[in-house]
């Protein structure tokens, strides 16, 4: 099945073969999250791949590799996210982009846009100039903002001066809500007039956040083996995903760290479908739920579709 997926942090699906090759010793347990006990154990499992990320040319190989899992995956459009300020102790961010497109750019049957990342602990100006990196790169492959991070500590609420301004400068923006703090970050986002969410698994803990969801059509970006690798949810039959289709709430499908949680989209969707019984139309529905929240543009959505539509059929 020929796929989308818009939540996938660039420096936690790095290639472990590679990486071992650069460091010169073997780093998996280093870099897989699937025994963390909690999302910061979790986050901290990025660290190594951030170092290795400050090199002009690995930064491009690990780009190529990634867009070659993607492709393998059969993964046709990506949003790719990273926080610019972890790349640039020795390059310029331009030259970080640039680098990362001709990577990406060696595999045709991939089209990927970036995505930047604030992050939760950073101070308010840190998180100011991504918001001006990204205006100043949008439309040159990047495509949008989120905030990303250790949620449980750093509230969504305490936010909104930042949202405020990036609603004025028109950037599109998701953000990372329900996943390590309650609904009540969920609520958060919607009121910053978010229109999709990264997680937000835990608005099945409140039905007036479930209705809101809904209601405003807002779509979650879920991503399953993560929720249990940061321990969401204890086992993929306790996940809330259908339960939450059930009501009305829109998903789509995604890895978030493909390197991080050992996974794949095809692994997702083989899970989701051995417990849950979806099937080809929901999976394609999924699609054309991400394709319609996308930061694409508006004639490679249309380009998407028909690409989904007849693959599905």
Request: glycine share 6%; with cysteine; aromatic share 10%.
């Amino acid at each position: 099945m020929k796929k989308i997926e818009l939540h996938l942090h660039f420096d936690g699906s790095i290639d472990v073969d590679y990486a071992n090759k650069v460091m010169g010793k073997d780093i998996k347990k280093e870099m897989i999250g699937s025994g963390s006990k909690t999302l910061k154990e979790y986050l901290d499992k990025f660290q190594l791949p951030i170092e290795l990320l400050q090199d002009i040319e690995n930064i491009e190989h690990f780009s190529y590799l990634l867009a070659k899992e993607l492709e393998n995956d059969e993964v046709i459009y990506a949003e790719v996210r990273f926080c610019p300020l972890f790349h640039v102790e020795k390059y310029s961010l331009t030259q970080v982009i640039e680098a990362m497109k001709r990577g990406f750019n060696k595999v045709s049957t991939v089209y990927v846009n970036f995505i930047f990342c604030m992050m939760r602990h950073f101070t308010f100006e840190k998180n100011l100039e991504i918001i001006n990196l990204t205006k100043s790169f949008l439309g040159h492959g990047v495509v949008g903002i989120d905030l990303a991070g250790d949620e449980g500590n750093y509230k969504t609420a305490n936010f909104s001066g930042l949202f405020k301004i990036i609603k004025q400068n028109s950037i599109p923006f998701t953000i990372h809500a329900g996943e390590a703090d309650s609904y009540e970050s969920v609520n958060s986002a919607i009121d910053f007039g978010v229109r999709r969410i990264g997680h937000g698994v835990r608005s099945i803990e409140s039905l007036e956040t479930i209705r809101n969801l809904r209601e405003k059509k807002v779509v979650l970006e879920v991503c399953p083996t993560s929720n249990i690798d940061t321990h969401v949810v204890s086992s993929i039959d306790k996940h809330p995903i259908k339960k939450l289709i059930d009501n009305g709430v829109l998903v789509t499908i995604n890895t978030d760290n493909r390197t991080v949680s050992h996974t794949s989209l095809n692994h997702e969707y083989q899970i989701l479908q051995d417990t849950f019984g979806f099937t080809k139309e929901d999976f394609k529905r999924f699609n054309l739920n991400a394709i319609e929240v996308s930061f694409s543009d508006e004639e490679l959505k249309e380009k998407l579709r028909s690409e989904i539509l007849e693959d599905y059929k």
